[in-house]
Structure formats: structure tokens, C-alpha cells
């Protein structure tokens, strides 16, 4: 009795696992996953949009055990750009300074500049000396106020080993600035000050492609009417427009539901110029797999279009590996809900740790799909009360046996 009280409780368990990866209508086994603890992504492709739920909750990664390993989706780089702006000065006084005890010499330099607010947060020397080794003090001041101190370092040349240029954490607007050197006489024959403002732009990008649309055109009056195809569900976010001949249209852009854009198209020529902005920019990404795109062309004749380009937005599946290869991604569950993993509050720091790249093999198509069972808890539920139903049944009998 207890041996098949065993086997009732844990035939649950068995037949839930198996369902998770029934309830998928698609798998990918994964090449060149990591090491167990580390990252690895996949990319998604056109046939993975064409089959996974609008909001991806149908995304698995499974091992080689059958147990699914965490994952976060990323859908945005980082890219850093770094802008350097020079600005000129002049040599405006060189002479000796008391500084308690010590006599300094110091060199004044102005900023050259019609700009009413400079930034600068390096320093850079020119001289023409060799050999040294210098402490310098940098102050500035603005025309009407006294001298402020920044910082101080060391500049130096020996065996061609250079260092002549000095970096502040934050920026400096003054219109002056002094060079103070602990040395009594001019430690340079000439020396010359170049200051900059050195800034790096981070900004946040979402990974793009392209891809050319299948359309149809008909024209309903004074409108051309462009049934626009996205057999694939691509998340579009724009469409681009190739026409040969010059026009200024106006435009409105739906799906099933909703208009998700309207504005101007054009393309005109100006003197020796061409403005034109060809590109439809949508509210909303859509994933329809249809968009209807009305031009109205007024008195002119119906545009002839030779071309449409959707832009839209790839995703990246990053999963901490389990240790237990080969791995599969599962897709193609129309009723699964997204899960929830405790990476999602570090996605950020994840995005920023070394990260391998795995290769997706050829998809396969589940046989043993099971559509409309909500990710195996109804089944599951069902096998639970039986068990419990025939676990209760066996006691009674145990019971009624032990009375007679």
C-alpha cells in the first residue's frame, strides 16, 4: 500500500515536467552555451517573433535535467561616445610669487574664446623642456574675483616618459587660470596652456535591423490604400517609404484596432538640395501582421512606391547556465504567462558581466504538442484531486479491513 501511495504522489510531478515542454510548439537546442554560473544569450530571429506570444511569455530555457534555467531579455545596448572640446589660451604674465617661506613662479594664461560659459576639466603643457620633474598648483579666477585653487600634481619628462597633462573630477568655468610651480626661477623657456572639456555621452539604443515588407496598393478615390504584410510579427517601430518622383503627402497609418501614426511624407527639391523625410514613425511597436497605410494624394496622382522597409526590434535572451547541457529554448505556447526570476533586479549588472554567445540548431517541431493547457496546472490540478480522491479511498478500505 504505501509502495503505491509512492507511485500516486509522485506521477504528478513526472506528467507536470513533461507538459511544460508539450505545452511548446517549438524547440532549439543551443551550441556554445557557458559554464555552469555564467551568462550566454541568443539572439531572435524572424521565425521566433513569427511564433512566440506578443510579450514573449512563452520563452523557456530548458537543460539537459528538465529543469528551466533563469533568464532576462535584453533589448538595449549601451554606447558610450566620447566628445574632447579645445580651448585656446594666451600667455598674459609670468613672475615670481612669495608664498610664505617658499618663492614660486607661476604663469598666467587667459582663455581665448567668444563662448560666454567655457567648460575645461584637463590641462594640457606644451614645453619644450626635457628632463624634469615639477609640482604644480593650477588656480583660476573670473576677471572681477581673486584666484581659487583646483589642484594639484606633477608633471614630468625623463628617459621619454611624459606626463603633461593634468584632469580635474569636475569641470572649471573660469576665464584665468595660473600655473604655480615650486621652483624659483622660470622652470620652462616657453610653455603654452591648452585647456579642454573632455565628456563622455552614454546613450541607451534599442538593437535594430531592417527588413524590406511585402505591399499591396489600391486607390479608393483621392487615397492610395497600401496594404503593408508582417507575416512574421516583427516589432515594428517605423517604415520607410522609396518613391522616384518628388512629393509632399499626408498620411495615417492602423492596425486591427487603432491608428498608430499619421504626419507628412516628402521628398522635394530645393535649389541644388533634396529634403525629404520618407520615414513613418509609429506611437506604438506593433506586432500585426497587417497595416493599412493611407496616403492622401489630393489632386495629384497616386504616388508610385517602390519599396517599403520596416525597421523593428530584435531581442536578446540572456540565461545563467545551469551546469547540465545541451540546452533548448522553448517558444509557441500560446496561453503561458511570463515568469518571474530574481535576475530581473540586476538585469543591468548582468548586461555589463562577459557574456558568451550561443548558437541556435535547427528548429523542431514538438510532436507532442498540447494546445490550450495553461502551462500543465490545470492537468496538474485534475491529477491532484484524483490523487488525493484514490489516497483518501485507500484509507477507508485500509480502515474498514482492519475493523472486520
Known amino acids: 500500500m504505501k509502495k503505491i501511495a509512492f507511485v500516486i504522489i509522485f506521477i504528478p510531478f513526472l506528467i507536470s515536467a513533461q507538459n511544460e515542454e508539450n505545452n511548446c510548439l517549438y524547440s532549439q537546442e543551443l551550441s556554445g552555451a557557458s559554464s555552469a554560473g555564467k551568462y ?38 549601451k554606447n558610450s561616445t566620447r566628445e574632447t572640446f579645445i580651448h585656446e589660451t594666451k600667455l598674459i604674465d609670468s613672475n615670481t610669487l612669495k608664498k610664505g617661506e617658499a618663492t614660486n613662479f607661476y604663469y598666467d594664461f587667459q582663455i581665448i574664446s567668444n563662448e560666454n560659459s567655457i567648460k575645461v576639466n584637463r590641462f594640457h603643457l606644451n614645453t619644450d623642456g626635457d628632463d624634469f620633474s615639477l609640482q604644480v598648483e593650477i588656480w583660476g579666477r573670473m576677471s572681477k ?32 587660470y595660473r600655473l604655480l610651480f615650486n621652483k624659483k626661477n622660470a622652470p620652462f623657456l616657453s610653455l603654452e596652456l591648452q585647456c579642454d572639456f573632455d565628456i563622455i555621452k552614454t546613450s541607451i539604443k534599442p538593437f535594430q535591423h531592417y ?50 501614426g499619421r504626419g507628412y511624407i516628402y521628398s522635394l527639391s530645393f535649389e541644388d538640395d533634396i529634403i525629404e523625410n520618407k520615414s513613418i514613425s509609429l506611437n506604438d511597436i506593433t506586432r500585426e501582421e497587417q497595416l493599412k497605410l493611407v496616403i492622401d494624394n489630393q489632386d495629384d496622382a497616386p504616388l508610385s512606391i517602390t519599396k517599403i522597409t520596416a525597421r523593428y526590434l530584435v531581442d536578446k535572451i540572456i540565461f545563467r547556465a545551469s551546469g547540465h547541457p ?17 535576475m530581473r533586479h540586476y538585469k543591468e549588472t548582468i548586461k555589463e558581466e562577459q557574456i558568451s554567445t550561443a548558437t541556435l540548431m535547427e528548429r523542431i517541431e514538438n510532436s507532442g504538442y498540447v494546445e490550450n493547457i495553461q502551462t500543465g496546472k490545470t492537468l496538474f490540478s485534475v491529477i491532484i484531486v484524483i490523487t488525493g480522491l484514490v489516497f483518501s479511498g485507500g484509507i477507508i478500505l485500509l480502515m474498514i479491513r482492519r475493523q472486520n
Not at 42 to 70: A, K, M, V, W
Request: glycine share 2%; net charge negative.
Open 145 to 176: 574675483s581673486t584666484w581659487s585653487y583646483i589642484t594639484k600634481d606633477s608633471i614630468y619628462s625623463l628617459d621619454n616618459i611624459q606626463k603633461k597633462t593634468i584632469e580635474t573630477e569636475r569641470h572649471h568655468s573660469y576665464d584665468y
Open 326 to 342: 545541451p540546452y533548448k529554448l522553448l517558444y509557441g505556447n500560446k496561453t503561458a504567462k511570463p515568469p518571474v526570476y530574481d
Open 211 to 260: 527588413v524590406d515588407l511585402d505591399f499591396s496598393i489600391r486607390t479608393d478615390k483621392k487615397k492610395s490604400i497600401i496594404m503593408i504584410a508582417n507575416p512574421d510579427r516583427l516589432k515594428i517601430d517605423s517604415l520607410t517609404i522609396d518613391s522616384n518622383t518628388p512629393y509632399k503627402r499626408w498620411y495615417t497609418i492602423n492596425t486591427s484596432r487603432s491608428q498608430i
Open 40 to 77: 550566454t544569450e541568443i539572439t531572435l530571429t524572424e521565425e521566433h517573433y513569427q511564433s512566440t506570444n506578443n510579450d514573449l511569455s512563452d520563452i523557456r530555457i530548458i537543460d539537459s535535467e528538465g529543469s528551466f534555467c533563469p533568464y532576462i531579455i535584453n533589448s538595449t545596448e
